[in-house]
Nanobody, 122 residues
Framework: AQLVESGGGLVQAGGSLRLSCTAS????????MGWFRQAPGKERAFVARLRWSGAYADYVDSVKGRFTISRDAYKNTVYLQMDNLKPEDTAVYYCAARGYGSTRAPNDYDYWGQGTQVTVSS
């Protein structure tokens, strides 16, 4: 499946953005979808994950209470609502899909989008 992200941009601290990730495959039923981010000079890091059933969501501590992951199964789309953004949230954000099992490890994901830049100014 091909994953395509959108929704990144430049926002001031305290602002909001909603990222979208849509799968192009006609039939798309991953076990889990994840959002990751990579800041300059840093490794790609886990942000949030959601079982495609919608039954379980998980967040890295630094975004808890500010970010919300959700999905629209009919649209083959997963979202990341980001509120109260901080400069340290600046990164390229990637969505990823895994066919079986839920994990926070980027290397365990099978499909990746191309990434979308999020820049938060202070």
């Amino acid at each position: 499946a091909q994953l395509v992200e959108s929704g990144g941009g430049l926002v001031q601290a305290g602002g909001s953005l909603r990222l979208s990730c849509t799968a192009s495959a006609r039939t798309f039923s991953p076990y889990v979808m994840g959002w990751f981010r990579q800041a300059p000079g840093k490794e790609r890091a886990f942000v949030a994950r959601l079982r495609w059933s919608g039954a379980y969501a998980d967040y890295v501590d630094s975004v808890k209470g500010r970010f919300t992951i959700s999905r629209d199964a009919y649209k083959n789309t997963v979202y990341l609502q980001m509120d109260n953004l901080k400069p340290e949230d600046t990164a390229v954000y990637y969505c990823a899909a895994r066919g079986y099992g839920s994990t926070r490890a980027p290397n365990d994901y099978d499909y990746w989008g191309q990434g979308t830049q999020v820049t938060v100014s202070s």
